[in-house]
């Protein structure tokens, strides 16, 4: 199993885990066309972020139609990007962090 540590700090990353967040069952060509990107780059990491467990990988209506959406491990590292970017408090409070954030922090 890839280490989600070291996945998160490739490029695209964020853009990535947001863009499923944002079309959950998307398709794999749609989430390339998204990024805009020719190269291979965004290919192999949302193979990385599959293999991570930050992405599940289903088949869609035909068998070379794959559709992606966020794991909870996915949705919370997510919140935690979000709320460290947004500089807002990852201390598992009830305040200055999204409930996602807490529940990471706490290990719910």
């Known amino acids: 199993m890839t280490d989600p540590v070291d996945v998160l700090f490739d490029d695209y990353v964020v853009d990535i885990l947001t863009i499923v967040s944002e079309n959950p ?6 989430l390339y066309e998204e990024l805009g990107k020719t190269t291979s780059k965004p290919r192999l ?3 990385k972020l599959i293999a991570a467990g930050l992405l599940d990988q ?3 209506e035909n068998k070379s139609i794959k559709l992606i959406s966020l794991t909870e491990e996915g949705e919370r590292i997510l919140a935690l990007i ?6 807002k408090s990852i201390e598992p409070t009830n305040h200055g962090a999204p409930k996602a ?4 922090v ?3």
Request: hydrophobic share 20%; proline share 4%.
């Open 106 to 108: 706490r290990g719910s």
């Open 25 to 30: 069952g998307i398709r794999k060509y749609t």
């Open 82 to 87: 979000q709320a460290i970017k947004s500089g």
């Open 58 to 60: 289903t088949p869609g």
């Open 45 to 47: 990491l949302t193979d």
């Open 101 to 104: 954030v807490r529940d990471s």
